[in-house]
């Protein structure tokens, strides 16, 4: 299977951002899937998790409160709701297959004034 990410950009600090993650390949929805995000010089790191059960859903500690992971199995897609926005969340997003090898090209968001 193959995961690709869209939705990433300039923002300004405090603004939102959605990304999307589409899967094909595999069976969808009883995959778990993950968001993660590598910033420059610094290694890759995890920012959310969805289960099969849409309710059951983890987040890091920056990103709890102000990010939102969801899908939509229909769609096949993963999805990454951002809201306020820092410059520190600047970073190549990827989407990951949790428990596998399959990551998706990652998408840039870029956080500036």
């Known amino acids: 299977g193959h995961l690709v990410e869209s939705g990433g950009g300039l923002v300004q600090p405090g603004g939102s951002l959605t990304l999307s993650c589409v899967a094909a390949?595999?069976?969808?929805?009883?995959?778990?899937f993950q968001w993660f995000r590598q910033a420059p010089g610094k290694e890759r790191e995890h920012v959310a998790t969805i289960y099969s059960t849409h309710t059951l859903t983890d987040y890091s500690a920056s990103a709890k409160g102000r990010f939102t992971i969801s899908r939509d199995n229909r769609k096949e897609t993963v999805y990454l709701q951002m809201t306020n926005l820092k410059p520190e969340d600047t970073a190549v997003y990827y989407c990951h297959w949790m428990n596998s090898e399959t990551w998706g090209q990652g998408t840039q968001v870029t956080v500036a004034s």
């Open positions: 390949g595999f069976t969808f929805s009883g995959a778990a």
